[in-house]
């Protein structure tokens, strides 16, 4: 069971990433990832959706025939989305309104649909939600990243306007990270998000491969061993 | 004098280098002690050996036999002993060794018998050819295409070329000869142009061999001046040196100013171009009764002590004009055979000179520096400027390296001549022939893989139609007996309506019957037709088979005109399925025919005319519909003579079936 | 005895990728001293830097990428960028745009694609572009002409400027010194509903045809494309079709409406135009490959530069046109292969299978 999790947990975070493996949901993430706060709610939104979705998809899962199974999902994403749309104007407007459309176009990200077809639907309810969870936690992790990379070079700051999401005391904050930075608005704007995402994307999948390339190395032995067992016999 | 010149794209100004080979006059060398003699020296199968170790041959004897039609004779170059037939090293690309027949020279240069022709204007052109034929000559200037095959061409030749350009860098073979043997040069072109019919002969020679061209003009003009009678004069044309302008697409086109189809011969433009050295050994063949046994061969290169030209025996080793033109051999950093645009480098001194080896240059590492590493394309596009067929080199090399055949092909890779000029210019010096070669490789590959499945597609598909053609002559078969059975229904309905007739003492009957036997010869007819149509068929899928199977045989010899036949099995294939369409649509006739016959007969009788003539007369027409339309389709089609005859006269037989009809309906002609 | 086999040609004309650099950043000199002349020992500086940035980037991103680092940099097509970009940012523009902007052309544009020969974008524009993007305000600053080497601003004035390092004093030594280019001026004037007849007017156009010094600078340039031209290290035809593309558009605006719109002459002498025909649309790795193709790719980009000049947000459009073609480019590719040798038309379009 718990290798189960575990799996489910690596693969939202890492192996299965949104993002950066699956390339889903890009209009948001490279149209919010301006700074960080930004990113956090957006990500935090999306989360939220995906949990929300994952575990009510898997609820009436038994109930639902192939035919009508995506209407009924998308029904339900919508749903979610309005609910969480309205809790953001109630408790972070000012958030809600630098967002903006991106807020209600959470029912157009493929990787909540996605998730809800390939997964919750085959699923018992509390992977599902674990499942919903740590896929929202890797599109997040990469959104603030993202958001991070784009504040510090566009704007010279990281964590600025906080108090948009946590309150009048996250004001401070912000940390100023340069005096008097000119601030490159080329990372602010769109380019600078495909750019980011892009570098972001290359430098997992050079992980990837000193992992894999550590793997092989790893296993060569064992391949040796496993050969000298068969040259007692030549066929050919 | 001055003939109006063309152009070809690009095209470069290589140094010259040919000062150095050509003050010297043509000389012998001493007999080497040993000839080595490859049995592939030219394009196609190589010939099939006729002597044994052991034997002893003499000057000229026959040592291989041609083998297919794109092949050559191998002549002895000199008496002496077989000591070996076995692989030996070569000259090849690939740098494999070839199978050579080696001779131990005993020095006595006894000659075979020869049959040297007088006059060959009384010879027919078959006998010439054959003669030319049984001399094993090639082409000389490098490709090494067996003469025979371009002269025994079947299409008209309006126009005969000496190719006398000797483009290449310090090659000077072809120069020589034309300063020394004009006259014999003139002569050889004399034979073609008497076998080959042309109306015009020009002679293209690079306007940097002014002493070549001063000695054929003269030539030429004694040739005239002593035969007065000769088909043709000889055109000497000075054209501007510019490398690639000795490539035969490229003398064509400055010379013609007509390019040869991508994947044609120039024979089909109605010219055939033939190489100063090739036009000699036609020379020596015909009038001499010798076979080609010898060429000559330009040495030069800056370790060459005395450079010239050579007349040297076929077999002879490399080594052996080394050591008799004084060259360093130990300097040697490249050898090559050839020219330094096209030639190869040789891989050892023992390789033999071959019909093909017009230049051999030893150079130090001054004269021929190893090309520096390699750097990226920038596409400055020089090479595509200078590219004779007018490809950009830059793409191809592109798609060449990173495997995209299709793409590669797209851009024209199969039209690249391999000439060198784009690795001449290429600034990050890219040896992209190699790619080009690499690419082409990789071309013919891929194609001979989908030949291979066409293959097995066709073989699936003769299958299906076997299987088509039992359903249809089943179906036949079936449709006749239902004839047979309507007949007799007929012949009942007949007897019956007599017993009316009788009764009603009509006079018709006598009519009904002339009516009945003057339809069966139609419904003849029109089997006969089929019938003819059916033979035509197979005939045609017959001779399609044939085809393919001379294609197949010709790939395997690698013949050049695979092209040409392919085209040929296309057209057959298409005849084929003409034929066979034909066939299908006559098929159905003959069963319409007999309920029209059975429909005709009631037809005589007044108290049925109405509505049995209407349906009769229909089908008259849909009849003639049928066969005009199969009349059209075989016009179209250029179906044989035969053919048409027969639906034509379907057609006719038909017509005067609807008018036997028509008249008995009038509103038929109306609605007509 | 045995030897090496290699394929032929033997042998080479003697020519190299780097003698191509070389004789490129000789045709540069006139438009260099020109600059000089008229803007002062800013564009020295900015050269300066902008090469060394370029090497750097150039020779650690070999070791990264585990090239022989020599024999790259001598093919000093680095180099070559690196002055592009330099020619094309403003004189007093700090040193660090010149540095990051350099920097950006070689890491993203060049190596990231693959390194000389493989990007599909030219390099200097794709710095030069991500500069004026991000910084619009430094790169828009031109000092106004002088015309005498500098010598009102002084060489320590100007290296103040460049490497004063507090970005907030900027703005006032900007107002000190600064003026916009004649483009700009031209741009702005008429968004004011002014006619061209300030062209007339104005300081900033008080030059021969274009504005105050920048005709001369496009001389200069062009005098060097030319030298270029007359040593086969660009063809005739994208310098051509670029200025054919500017100059059609440009005279059918300006016979339509002269007051509205500036003559051919003013945009063929004005800006970054002749640089940008012969130096940077020229930049072979990037444009169309056969002749055809190539002026086809001149022109367009000829005609978006007026467009974007006259009705977009920018007062100067070389590098916005050269890259929008560059993108262009391999699609102009597949419909203008030439005719080859033997073949009745020329291959159209994209390979297809048993094409
Ligand atoms: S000459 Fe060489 S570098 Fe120039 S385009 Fe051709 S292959 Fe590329
Ligand atoms: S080798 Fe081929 S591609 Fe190169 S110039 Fe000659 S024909 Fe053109």
């Known amino acids: ?236 | 004098m001055s003939r109006n010149t063309w152009k070809f794209h690009g095209g470069i100004h290589p140094p010259q280098n040919k000062q150095q080979s050509v003050s010297a006059s043509i000389r012998q060398l001493p007999l080497p002690d040993k000839l080595i003699l490859p049995l592939q020296q030219h394009i196609g199968a190589p010939g099939k050996v006729l002597v044994s170790v052991g034997d002893r041959v003499l000057k000229g004897q026959l040592l291989a036999q041609a083998k297919g039609f794109v092949s050559a004779n191998l002549h002895a170059p000199s008496s002496g002993t077989v000591i070996d037939i076995s692989d030996q090293p070569v000259q090849h690309p690939s740098g494999l060794p070839g199978k050579c027949i080696v001779i131990e020279t005993d020095g006595k240069e006894q000659w075979c018998e020869i049959h040297p022709i007088d006059d060959y204007r009384q010879m027919d052109a078959t006998q010439l050819l054959a003669t030319i034929n049984n001399a094993g000559i090639v082409g000389m200037g490098g490709a090494g295409f067996p003469s025979h095959v371009k002269i025994g061409t079947q299409q008209t030749i309006s126009t005969l070329i000496l190719n006398a350009v000797e483009c290449e860098p310090y090659i000077t073979s072809d120069d020589l000869l034309m300063r020394e043997r004009a006259a014999e040069i003139i002569e050889g072109l004399q034979i073609l142009a008497f076998i080959l019919n042309p109306k015009e002969i020009l002679v293209g020679i690079e306007d940097n061999k002014p002493e070549a061209i001063a000695a054929m003009r003269r030539a030429a003009q004694e040739s005239t001046e002593a035969n007065p009678g000769a088909p043709c004069a000889v055109t000497i044309v000075s054209v501007p040196t510019i490398y690639p302008s000795g490539g035969e697409k490229q003398i064509i086109q400055i010379l013609t100013g007509k390019e040869v189809p991508s994947g044609g011969l120039p024979s089909d433009l109605g010219i055939v171009c033939h190489n100063t050295g090739t036009v000699h050994a036609i020379r020596n063949a015909v009038i001499e009764g010798k076979p080609l046994i010898s060429r000559i061969t330009t040495m030069t290169g800056n370790l060459v002590t005395d450079p010239g030209n050579i007349e040297v025996l076929l077999g002879t080793p490399v080594s052996h004009l080394l050591q008799h033109t004084r060259t360093s051999a130990n300097q040697i950093h490249r050898l090559i055979m050839g020219g330094p645009m096209m030639g190869f480098s040789m891989r050892s001194t023992e390789i033999p000179i071959v019909k093909t080896s017009n230049c051999i240059i030893a150079a130090d590492d001054q004269e021929f520096p190893d090309a520096p590493p390699e750097q990226p394309c920038i596409r400055c596009g020089a090479c595509a400027e200078v590219c004779p067929a007018k490809l950009l080199p830059q793409q191809l090399f592109f798609y060449s390296k990173s495997k995209e055949i299709d793409k590669a092909k797209h851009y024209n890779l199969m039209d690249c001549i391999e000439c060198g000029a784009c690795s001449f210019v290429c600034p990050s010096q890219i040896p992209l022939v190699q790619y080009f070669r690499f690419g082409k490789g990789e071309v013919r590959k891929s194609k001979i893989e989908t030949d291979k499945s066409d293959r097995a597609r066709m073989r699936f598909e003769a299958h299906q139609e076997r299987l088509e053609k039992e359903a249809a002559a089943k179906e036949e078969k079936r449709q006749q007996r239902a004839a047979a059975n309507a007949l007799k229904k007929e012949k009942q309905a007949k007897a019956k309506l007599e017993k009316e007739a009788a009764e009603a003492a009509n006079p018709s009957t006598a009519a009904s019957t002339a009516q009945e036997s003057s339809n069966e010869p139609s419904n003849n007819d029109a089997d006969e037709a089929l019938e003819t149509l059916k033979s035509n068929a197979t005939k045609a899928s017959k001779r399609y088979q044939q085809a393919k199977k001379a294609l197949q045989m010709a790939e395997k010899n690698g013949a050049d005109n695979i092209d040409k036949l392919r085209e040929k099995i296309l057209q057959l294939e298409t005849k084929a399925s003409d034929a066979k369409k034909a066939l299908k649509e006559a098929l159905p006739s003959p069963a319409k025919k007999i309920p029209a016959k059975s429909d005709a007969t009631p037809n005589n009788t007044p108290k049925e005319t109405d509505t049995s003539a209407v349906i009769a007369a229909a089908t008259a027409r849909v009849k003639v519909k049928k066969a005009q339309n199969a009349l059209m389709a075989a016009e179209a089609s250029d179906a044989s003579q035969e053919v048409l005859e027969h639906l034509s006269t379907n057609l006719n037989t038909a017509r005067t079936e609807l008018e036997q009809h028509a008249p008995s309906e009038p509103t038929t002609g109306e609605a007509q | 005895m045995a030897f090496i086999s290699v394929t032929s040609p033997h042998s080479h004309r003697a020519n190299s990728t780097a003698g191509v650099m070389q004789q490129l950043l000789l045709a540069t000199l006139p438009g260099v001293l020109a600059l000089f002349w008229f803007f002062g020992w800013g564009i020295l500086v900015q050269i300066t830097l902008s090469v060394i940035t370029a090497v750097l980037c150039e020779a650690g991103i070999l070791y990264l990428r585990k090239k022989p680092i020599a024999f790259y940099l001598k093919d000093y097509s680095a180099v070559v960028t690196a002055v592009l970009l330099a020619l094309a940012i403003p004189p007093i523009a700090p040193w660090w745009i010149v540095v990051i902007g350099t920097s950006f052309a070689m890491v993203f544009a060049k190596h990231l694609y693959g390194g000389l020969g493989s990007n599909p974008f030219n390099p200097a524009m794709v710095g030069y572009a991500f500069l004026l993007i991000s910084f619009p305000l430094q790169m828009t600053t031109w000092l106004p002409s002088e015309g005498n080497f500098g010598a009102s601003t002084g060489v320590e004035n100007t290296l103040q400027l460049i490497f004063s390092s507090s970005p907030a004093d900027d703005a006032s030594n900007y107002d000190a010194f600064s003026g916009a280019t004649p483009l700009d001026e031209l741009k702005t004037q008429l968004d004011l509903d002014q006619s061209t007849d300030i062209l007339q007017q104005q300081d900033v156009f008080k030059g021969f045809i274009a504005g105050a010094g920048w005709d001369w600078v496009n001389v200069a340039f062009l005098i060097g494309g030319c030298f270029l031209i007359w040593r086969k290290i660009i063809s005739w035809h994208i310098p051509v079709g670029f200025l054919a593309g500017l100059g059609i558009l440009a005279a059918a605006f300006s016979l339509y409406q002269p007051a509205q719109y500036a003559s051919p002459l003013f945009h063929w002498f004005g800006g970054g135009c002749m640089l940008g025909a012969f130096f940077i649309a020229t930049d072979p790795v990037s444009a169309a490959t056969s002749d055809k193709g190539r002026f086809i790719y001149g022109f367009l980009i000829g005609l978006l530069i007026y467009i974007i000049r006259t009705f977009g947000g920018y007062p100067d459009a070389v590098a916005f046109a050269v890259l929008l073609l560059n993108l262009a480019a391999p699609t102009i590719d597949y419909y203008t292969q030439p005719r080859s040798y033997g073949h009745d038309k020329p291959n159209r379009g994209t390979a297809k299978k048993d094409s």
């Open chain 1, 1 to 236: 069971m718990a290798t189960e999790y575990a799996k489910i947990s690596l693969d939202g975070l890492w192996y299965k990433n949104v993002a950066t493996v699956q390339v889903l949901g890009l209009c948001p993430l490279l149209a919010v990832t301006g700074s960080v706060v930004n990113a956090m709610g957006l990500g935090l939104a999306t989360m939220g959706v995906l949990i929300g979705s994952n575990l009510a998809v898997s609820l009436i899962r038994q109930f639902v025939t192939d035919a009508v199974r995506l209407p009924v999902f998308v029904m339900i994403i919508a749903s979610i989305t309005t609910c969480v749309e309205f809790l953001m104007q109630a408790f972070t407007f000012e958030l809600y309104e630098i967002l903006g459309i991106f807020i209600p176009l959470i029912v157009t990200n493929c990787c909540i649909l996605g998730r809800a077809d390939a997964f919750a639907s085959k699923n018992p309810v509390i992977p599902s939600v674990v499942d919903g969870f740590m896929m929202g936690a890797g599109f997040l992790v990469v959104l603030l990243i993202l958001g991070a990379l784009r504040e510090i070079i566009g704007q010279g700051t990281l964590f600025a306007d906080f108090d948009l999401l946590f309150g009048a005391s996250a004001a401070q904050w912000e940390i100023k990270l340069f005096d008097e930075f000119p601030g490159v608005l080329f990372a602010a704007l769109p380019p600078g998000a495909f750019l980011g995402l892009g570098l972001i994307m290359a430098l997992k999948n050079v992980f990837d491969a000193r992992l894999e390339a550590r793997a092989k190395a790893q296993q060569a032995p064992v391949t040796l061993g496993s050969k000298r067992v068969r040259t007692t016999g030549h066929i050919t």
